[in-house]
């Protein structure tokens, strides 16, 4: 079954120092997503993107935070000046359409990034 | 409560016990799924209920939705000791189409 894949599983980072986390989706997956989990809390939605522009962001998104689709295949979060709070683990996510206009769709996951900042 | 919240937060039960976990939510959704998490790896995705679906099966996998009462459970049947992990349900918001996780149960099935 085609999967989510991340790289790295982990990343150790001195704060101040740019970070950027990488996503293969599914092949034939339109939608993507970055989560994060800080250790023991609730998964939180960061950003969406479609069709090389995001569609929706949480206020945790802020200025610091960057998204890219460099070529056909990987999508990847960029953090400018990591902060000690960035530390948790980042998931992407893709789904082959959008709720919007196909109805309900799953999102399927990768196994994550562990970012730690020193 | 913030949305999707999950009770208990924490479950133990025998092999072969039911185990059912709850979720409450606040907004209007299109869908509510349930995702599970090993520790330390990625959601994985379990079942999906429409706003307009009352009930759902999947294998040993029941899924109830009670929109008036924005709600819904996860019975797991004859649990296995590879049930235990962590438990999420997430709302997809009718309005910002966002996905919204609760806060998890996490089960424990004792061998």
């Known amino acids: 079954e085609p999967e989510v894949t991340q790289t790295p599983s982990h990343q150790v980072t001195q704060m101040g120092q740019e970070v950027i986390l990488r996503c293969v989706p599914i092949s034939n997956h339109l939608y993507f997503y970055w989560y994060r989990q800080i250790l023991g809390q609730k998964v939180e939605f960061l950003v969406s993107f479609y069709n090389n522009e995001i569609s929706e962001k949480s206020e945790i998104f802020d200025d610091q935070f960057s998204v890219e689709r460099p070529d056909g295949s990987n999508f990847t979060l960029k953090i400018r000046s990591t902060k000690l709070e960035d530390s948790a683990m980042y998931f992407c996510?893709?789904?082959?359409?959008?709720?919007?206009?196909?109805?309900?769709?799953?999102?399927?996951f990768g196994d994550g990034t562990r970012l730690s900042i020193l | 409560s913030q949305q999707g919240e999950e009770d208990p937060q924490a479950l133990s039960i025998q092999e072969g016990e039911n185990a059912t976990m709850n979720c409450s939510y606040k907004t209007s959704i299109n869908n509510l799924q349930w995702y599970r998490q090993n520790s330390g790896r990625g959601l994985v995705h379990l079942i999906l209920?429409?706003?307009?679906?009352r009930e759902k099966h999947s294998g040993r996998l029941r899924v109830t939705l009670d929109t008036s009462k924005k709600s819904s459970s996860l019975l797991i049947t004859a649990s296995r000791a590879a049930d235990t992990a962590s438990y999420f349900c997430?709302?997809?918001?009718?309005?910002?189409?966002?996905?919204?996780f609760g806060t998890g149960t996490r089960l424990k099935v004792l061998a």
């Open positions: 996510a893709s789904s082959e359409t959008d709720s919007t206009f196909y109805g309900n769709q799953p999102q399927h």
């Open positions: 209920i429409r706003s307009n679906e």
């Open positions: 997430a709302t997809e918001d009718s309005g910002t189409y966002k996905y919204i």
